[in-house]
């Protein structure tokens, strides 16, 4: 299993609390000790941070601990290796442009015969079952809509693929093109949405405290998702298990179970 | 203009001396202070650093600047920008999955009415003439072999293609994938090719000696390609007018003018 966290924002905002807790778990508090990535999205393109080295000990993750790089939607992985060996060509979030944007995806979960699944376009670079999934979701998305299409129509599409993934195996997932994240939860899925009044929050991995009245405007809402509680005094929704999820500037926007 | 910068080594090799001095022409030695990139490779996947502040300025910059990540193939750019405004999404170098690797690219030059040539299935995220011809480069490659050809056959039909872009305005650039660097130069780059027995090299753009037989084996062989010579105590050559170069583990492997 690996841990997931996405951020939808309704401006760019610092991720660094909540990922300071990820890259702890990353081979300290948790084992997911074979790498991780982070995505940060900027209007249509994106920052990328890999590393197949844990989390806990990666230079390029104190980097990012330590820079304030705010976006308004972002996505990260720490991996603990089930399938694909370690190294970076099999580290999430992995991207591609569809449409003239980048693409963003991370998954946890396996996925039982996908590789037979077929694909026309994109093709995966590393030997993961995650970024098989991900190709054969923007590759569907591609078939069926050769020019973009509206974002309804968008989110039934790729609601329908989600399904049909979580029906071969277990697919968290996170999906975002940095204005929507689309999320996938087979059965270990959680977000909390902070608004104002702004109160404090400490994280569940390390001693770390944030007050983010004093990090934020009255206006500021932000939604972070994440395979688990990453806070211990702040309540978090637990998605439904096969549960399918939209959010788009800091605010859940639709919720489907199946 | 912008300044191109490649590396390709037999070994993985660190780039840190040269970008050093590419970084200073961010905006310090040099005019391009309109973002700056650049990309690894490790196997079939890379690692990217952009950023649209000046390099000399940039903190994303002085990581690379300090943190020795070893490659075999890198291509790094600094940006003045001409056309397309000055964003993370106009930053060189770009990338697209092709086969199942990654592709890079930067260029120097402007590409008169490049807009109107088809792209069939890249797409640019941003709003460069550069980011345009790379998507027309792996097009046209992706149409005429739908598997990756042999590399005899990819050569020739890059540096066709190469030949095409040079007559339609100033085609400087790099591109690769990974085991080859396949370079053009309309009228402005040079390299240098470093083997046994190495000596020492000062920097033209930077106070900064490094003695490279102390960081080197008898057996590493690592050549340099950038617009401008980088040193000044070393033998450049500079390539002839609309040539075509390949470049492969640190050597000149082919090269033709048209």
Redesign the interface.
Known sequence: MCELLGMSANVPTDIRFSFAALAKRGGETGPHSDGWGIVFF????V??F?DPSPSCQS??AS?VRE?PIKSKSVIAHVRKANRGRV???NNHPFT??L????WVFAHNGQLKGIKKWPLS??????TTDSEYAFCYIIDQLRQKFPKEPNSKKLEKAIEDIFKNLREIGVFNALLSQGQFIYASCSKKLCYITRCAPFGKASLVDDDLQVDFAQETTPNDCVTIIATKPLTKNEEWHICDNNSFLVFKDGLLISQNCS
Chains 1, 2 share one sequence.
């Open positions: 900027e209007n249509k393109v920052r990328a890999h230079k390029i980097l820079y190294s970076l060509e591609r442009e449409w003239g944007r980048a376009f994109y093709r995966p670079i590393g």
